[in-house]
């Protein structure tokens, strides 16, 4: 047998032999990325406040010899380690060493959080792009919706604000339900899909900046109509002394899905100024 047909031979032999043990591995690796993933903000906001009933947690019980893993491990996993030139590590810490001594928690329903939802629009027969301000409203009832907070779109700025006068909602229960999160905002066409029910996506005439006013005035006037979200970001102020921005990073990384992408110190006026320039409040 010539040297090549028996290097062949032994090749193949070897590939059949460890194509299992690489399909375990691969498995085994995808399974770790899957966990680690964080897949929607409300699992952001769980593995934050240490909950057990998250993937994570299950996933390290049933294969790290049941040790559960620690909060802070948990935290330092939700910030973005792609670049580590971008964060100041001093700060971090600060922040995750605070956050343990005090015993700090998100809360879903606060109202001091919101997603920031980039949107294509049509107005007056051509394409723009809006910034959308987004926020939980808690109702008498203790139900609860998505509305609309805020509005930042440049385009705009041209039309003339008149009197905004909305009718009651032809039907009560239209809403962008509090769920809306979890499919990243698919069903944001929904706020003009039905003009009669508009007043239900916003907050209070009275609340509304500039552009949301004129925002809703032109989708009143079915001048303006949403096509869809392209991205999110979403943005907590209610922790004491701190702005958390967390984007979604898609990639085959333990590190990857709704991560801190920008953690920044601030007193009580610089989080008013943050609201009024980024959040439109």
Not at 223 to 244: C, P
Request: charged share 25%; proline share 2%.
């Amino acid at each position: 047998m010539s040297r090549k047909i028996l290097f062949g031979f032994l090749f193949i032999c070897f590939s059949m032999s460890s194509t299992p043990l690489f399909a375990q591995n691969y498995e085994k690796e995808f399974e770790s990325v899957f966990a680690w993933e964080v897949k929607q903000i409300d699992e952001f906001i769980e593995r934050f406040n240490n909950k057990d009933e998250t993937l994570i947690k299950q996933y390290e019980l049933k294969n790290n010899d049941k040790k559960t893993i620690t909060r802070e491990k948990l935290i330092k996993s939700l910030f973005d380690m792609s670049s580590t030139e971008s964060w100041n590590f001093g700060d971090l810490n600060s922040f995750i060493k605070t956050v343990m001594e005090k015993n700090i928690y998100l809360n879903f329903y606060n109202k001091d959080w919101y997603a920031k939802v980039d949107c294509s629009i049509q107005w007056n027969g051509k394409p723009a792009r809006a910034a959308l301000i987004l926020k939980l409203m808690v109702l008498p009832d203790s139900s609860s919706k998505w509305v609309i907070a805020g509005v930042s779109s440049p385009v705009l700025r041209s039309a003339t604000l008149g009197s905004i006068s909305l009718p009651a909602a032809a039907d009560k229960k239209a809403s962008l339900n509090p769920v809306s999160h979890a499919t990243d905002f698919m069903n944001i066409s929904a706020v003009t899909d039905n003009i009669a029910n508009l007043k239900n996506y916003f907050v209070p005439v009275n609340e509304l900046n500039e552009e949301g006013k004129l925002f809703l005035q032109e989708c009143a006037d079915k001048r303006l109509t949403i096509k869809g979200a392209n991205s999110i970001s979403y943005h907590f102020l209610q922790l004491d002394n701190w702005i958390v921005e967390v984007r979604q990073f898609n990639r085959q990384t333990k590190n990857s899905g709704w991560l801190i992408s920008k953690l920044t110190k601030a007193t009580d006026s610089e989080k008013n100024a943050y609201r009024t320039k980024q959040l439109m409040q």
